[in-house]
Protein backbone atom coordinates (compact mmCIF):
# COMPACT_ATOMS: atom_id res chain seq x y z
CA UNK A 1 0.00 0.00 0.00
CA UNK A 2 1.79 3.12 -1.21
CA UNK A 3 2.20 5.66 1.92
CA UNK A 4 2.78 9.81 1.31
CA UNK A 5 3.67 11.79 3.89
CA UNK A 6 4.24 15.97 2.95
CA UNK A 7 6.53 17.97 4.40
CA UNK A 8 8.48 21.54 4.09
CA UNK A 9 5.11 23.87 4.59
CA UNK A 10 5.79 26.74 6.58
CA UNK A 11 4.99 30.57 7.00
CA UNK A 12 6.39 33.13 4.36
CA UNK A 13 6.42 36.48 3.29
CA UNK A 14 4.50 37.38 -0.35
CA UNK A 15 7.37 37.24 -2.46
CA UNK A 16 9.19 34.51 -0.73
CA UNK A 17 9.94 30.71 -1.55
CA UNK A 18 9.15 27.02 -0.53
CA UNK A 19 10.26 23.88 -1.39
CA UNK A 20 7.39 20.98 -0.38
CA UNK A 21 8.49 17.27 -0.21
CA UNK A 22 6.60 14.41 -0.54
CA UNK A 23 8.07 10.83 1.11
CA UNK A 24 6.62 7.98 -0.91
CA UNK A 25 6.89 4.48 0.84
CA UNK A 26 5.45 0.92 0.40
CA UNK A 27 5.39 0.98 -3.55
CA UNK A 28 7.78 2.43 -6.01
CA UNK A 29 6.59 5.68 -7.59
CA UNK A 30 7.87 4.81 -11.25
CA UNK A 31 4.78 3.91 -12.62
CA UNK A 32 2.09 6.22 -10.90
CA UNK A 33 1.16 9.33 -11.88
CA UNK A 34 1.80 11.77 -8.66
CA UNK A 35 0.87 15.45 -8.10
CA UNK A 36 -0.18 18.44 -5.46
CA UNK A 37 -3.42 19.82 -4.74
CA UNK A 38 -4.30 22.38 -2.49
CA UNK A 39 -7.13 23.73 -0.04
CA UNK A 40 -7.96 27.32 0.87
CA UNK A 41 -9.63 28.09 3.59
CA UNK A 42 -13.69 27.98 2.68
CA UNK A 43 -12.78 26.76 -0.80
CA UNK A 44 -12.60 23.37 -3.06
CA UNK A 45 -9.85 21.32 -3.70
CA UNK A 46 -7.75 22.15 -6.50
CA UNK A 47 -5.47 20.66 -8.44
CA UNK A 48 -1.93 22.38 -8.76
CA UNK A 49 0.50 20.39 -10.79
CA UNK A 50 1.30 16.84 -11.53
CA UNK A 51 3.57 14.50 -13.22
CA UNK A 52 2.98 11.35 -15.51
CA UNK A 53 4.65 8.26 -14.52
CA UNK A 54 8.21 8.21 -15.93
CA UNK A 55 8.13 11.98 -15.75
CA UNK A 56 6.46 12.21 -19.47
CA UNK A 57 3.91 15.06 -19.26
CA UNK A 58 3.81 17.44 -16.41
CA UNK A 59 0.73 19.50 -15.63
CA UNK A 60 0.00 23.07 -14.05
CA UNK A 61 -3.03 25.25 -12.61
CA UNK A 62 -2.86 28.71 -14.77
CA UNK A 63 -2.58 30.47 -11.29
CA UNK A 64 1.04 28.74 -10.29
CA UNK A 65 2.27 28.44 -14.17
CA UNK A 66 5.86 30.09 -13.77
CA UNK A 67 6.04 29.96 -9.96
CA UNK A 68 5.40 26.12 -9.49
CA UNK A 69 7.98 23.96 -10.20
CA UNK A 70 7.09 20.10 -9.87
CA UNK A 71 10.05 17.10 -9.87
CA UNK A 72 10.10 13.28 -8.75
CA UNK A 73 13.37 11.88 -7.46
CA UNK A 74 13.03 8.43 -8.20
CA UNK A 75 16.20 7.11 -6.15
CA UNK A 76 14.82 8.78 -3.51
CA UNK A 77 11.16 7.98 -4.62
CA UNK A 78 10.24 11.55 -3.37
CA UNK A 79 8.07 14.21 -5.01
CA UNK A 80 9.15 18.07 -5.01
CA UNK A 81 6.69 21.09 -4.50
CA UNK A 82 9.38 24.34 -5.69
CA UNK A 83 7.32 27.53 -4.92
CA UNK A 84 8.52 30.53 -5.72
CA UNK A 85 7.35 34.56 -5.80
CA UNK A 86 4.67 33.14 -3.41
CA UNK A 87 1.17 35.32 -3.17
CA UNK A 88 -1.19 34.97 -0.73
CA UNK A 89 -3.76 33.82 -2.26
CA UNK A 90 -1.19 30.70 -2.24
CA UNK A 91 -2.29 30.08 1.08
CA UNK A 92 -3.85 26.60 1.91
CA UNK A 93 -2.29 23.09 3.04
CA UNK A 94 -1.19 21.27 0.38
CA UNK A 95 -1.69 17.52 -0.23
CA UNK A 96 0.61 15.48 -2.21
CA UNK A 97 -1.31 12.54 -4.35
CA UNK A 98 -0.60 9.63 -6.64
CA UNK A 99 -2.57 7.11 -9.07
CA UNK A 100 -1.58 3.77 -10.65
CA UNK A 101 -1.72 5.68 -13.48
CA UNK A 102 0.17 7.15 -16.88
CA UNK A 103 -2.19 9.32 -16.82
CA UNK A 104 -1.42 13.47 -15.15
CA UNK A 105 -4.67 15.20 -14.90
CA UNK A 106 -5.38 18.40 -12.15
CA UNK A 107 -8.81 16.69 -11.29
CA UNK A 108 -9.52 14.59 -8.18
CA UNK A 109 -8.73 11.45 -9.86
CA UNK A 110 -5.80 9.99 -6.84
CA UNK A 111 -6.67 7.32 -4.73
CA UNK A 112 -3.39 7.90 -2.60
CA UNK A 113 -3.58 11.38 -0.32
CA UNK A 114 -0.82 12.35 1.99
CA UNK A 115 -2.16 14.03 5.36
CA UNK A 116 -1.49 17.53 3.76
CA UNK A 117 0.78 20.35 5.01
CA UNK A 118 0.00 24.05 5.43
CA UNK A 119 1.44 26.89 3.87
CA UNK A 120 0.83 30.75 4.80
CA UNK A 121 1.63 33.22 2.59
CA UNK A 122 1.47 36.42 4.93
CA UNK A 123 3.39 39.85 6.00
Known amino acids: QLQLVESGGGLVQPGGSLRLSCAASGSRLDYFAVGWFRQAPGKEREGVSCISSLGGRINYADSVKGRLTISIDNAKNTVYLQMNSLKPEDTGVYYC????????????????WGQGTQVTVSS
Open 97 to 112: VAAHSPSCVLYNAYPY
